[in-house]
């Protein structure tokens, strides 16, 4: 698992270019544009189980689907950051995306250092120490099981015949 780290108020115009808002809408089409400005390798590089690391405020700006849908279709495990945009941090529930607010762990880290997540135990190991983090609520980790909001929903309305 690869850790992708990066800094405090990464935006949403950083994870995905504001320039390709109406005319990308699948995650097909949002993959190859991901972190496109911030970091020109990531999309040719990142791989499924992967983990982006970054300080404050992650996913600020403006309220689109794109960087959420983007950061699930490549298959991000987690992002683990210092603190969440609201808007954002509900988007990637929507989608299923997981995502941990552990600071110390953020500055735990270093390059080269290995990364274990146990998002069911609320712990993350960095660089030999470990970290806890409360454990996300059963319905956020159902959702993230069923593969977002909708599936979810789509799951409860079934099971009720």
Known sequence: MRVWK???DINTDMLFPGKYTYTCSTAEEVK???LED???EFAGKVQAGDIVMAGENF???SSREQPVLGLKAVGIAAVVAGSFARIFYRAAINQG???IEAPDAVAAYGDGDEVTLDVEAGTISVGGKEFTFPPLPPEILAIRDAGGLLNY???KLEARG
């Open 153 to 155: 929903a789509r799951g």
């Open 97 to 99: 995306l997981v995502l």
């Open 59 to 61: 996913g600020c700006g």
């Open 6 to 8: 990066y800094g405090d």
């Open 38 to 40: 911030l970091d020109p």
């Open 32 to 34: 190859p544009h991901l």
